[in-house]
């Protein structure tokens, strides 16, 4: 059974970084994308970012260029680097996992990431 676990959520000002991890165990991991979700208060869940398993990534148009992901097939983790930080990045990240980009089927239990201005 694939499980996924986040960390590195918190309250951070604005214009500062967070770095969420999110080890995956269960699975082939090398043979999954990845991806990283968010669901704001009132808000339905968006895409923030994904990764292929050959590496390939995408971006939310609002987050290219301050939030990069990566993954480390090694350790079987997937991680979101965001910088520059807004107000509005403040949601609930979750971490998921599918064959393809196309559809993640499972996920984890989210993290909270709350900027204040």
């Known amino acids: 059974q694939v499980q996924l676990v986040e960390s590195g959520g918190g309250l951070v000002q604005a214009g500062g970084s967070l770095r969420l991890s999110c080890a995956a165990s269960?699975?082939?991991?090398?043979?999954?994308?990845m991806g990283w979700f968010r669901q704001a208060p009132g808000k339905v869940r968006e895409l923030v970012a994904t990764i292929t398993s050959g590496g390939t990534t995408n971006y939310l148009a609002s987050v290219k260029g301050r939030f990069t992901i990566s993954r480390d097939n090694n350790k079987n983790t997937v991680l979101l680097q965001m910088n520059s930080l807004k107000p509005e990045d403040t949601a609930v990240y979750y971490c998921?996992?599918?064959?393809?980009?196309?559809?993640?089927?499972?996920w984890g239990q989210g993290t909270q990431v709350t900027v204040s201005s």
């Open positions: 269960g699975l082939i991991f090398s043979d999954y994308a």
């Open positions: 998921a996992a599918g064959r393809s980009v196309a559809y993640f089927g499972s």
